[in-house]
């Protein structure tokens, strides 16, 4: 079955803990990317990676790190220096081809943080 | 900042056609619409994209106007499962920035 996975689906952390959010696609996608979203509001852009290897920040990195060692996987680790780490994370994988003209993002099922 | 705008709410009867409108008055040549949903507590999931011609898949039709400063997105016989927040979101294709989704339109389905 293919798509985009994330867990765990809730989680919770004590404040002061760094905590780290999966994220695995066997769609073959190059691109990756992490948002969160707040209640009632839209989606920030934390950080994305085009190819393996490779990463940028997006809006709102201060406080996040991620990695890129396999083209399926885009770990998020939320470190201490996070201030409002509460919230709803999603990632997302981009189908991307000039000969089929496609350029679509596809998101996981995203997971709740809360942090006590 | 968003390039879109969309009515905060609607309502729809089980049933019947759901036309969501968008204005999008300053989009580019190059920009496409596109179509996603977020269902509470939901990854937001694509449902449809296009130019300037009409579109259609298993999800929806696109109806795009010919001047493209606006589109609806009809879901042709709304069930109670397609009650969600409907964003609608221009852009080019290839660009690797992200995807800027506004405020959306809270679509209610009622028996």
């Known amino acids: 079955d293919g798509g985009i996975t994330q867990s765990p689906k809730y989680l919770f952390r004590k404040e002061g803990q760094n905590v780290t959010l999966s994220c695995e696609q066997n769609?073959?996608?190059?691109?990756m990317y992490w948002y969160r979203q707040d209640p009632g509001q839209g989606l920030r852009l934390i950080y994305y990676?085009?190819?393996?290897?490779?990463?940028q920040k997006g809006d709102i990195a201060e406080g996040y790190s991620v990695s890129r060692e396999k083209k399926e996987s885009f770990p998020l680790t939320v470190t201490s220096a996070q201030k409002n780490p509460t919230a709803f994370y999603l990632c997302?994988?981009?189908?991307?081809?000039?000969?089929?003209?496609?350029?679509?993002?596809?998101f996981g099922p995203g997971t709740r943080l809360t942090v006590l | 900042d968003a390039k879109t705008t969309q009515p905060p709410s609607m309502d729809c009867a089980e049933g019947r056609a759901a036309n969501l409108p968008c204005n999008h008055s300053t989009i580019s040549g190059n920009e496409y619409v596109y179509w996603y949903r977020q269902i509470h507590s939901q990854g937001p999931q694509y449902i449809i994209h296009g130019l300037k011609n009409n579109e259609t898949n298993e999800m929806a039709s696109l109806i795009i106007t010919e001047d493209r400063k606006s589109s609806t997105l009809i879901l042709p016989h709304a069930t109670l499962r397609d009650t969600a927040v409907y964003y609608c979101i221009v852009r080019a294709l290839y660009n690797t920035d992200k995807l800027i989704f506004g405020t959306g339109t809270r679509l209610q389905v009622f028996p």
């Open positions: 990676s085009q190819i393996v290897n490779d990463f």
């Open positions: 997302a994988s981009r189908a991307s081809g000039v000969v089929s003209g496609t350029d679509t993002q596809y």
């Open positions: 769609l073959n996608h190059d691109a």
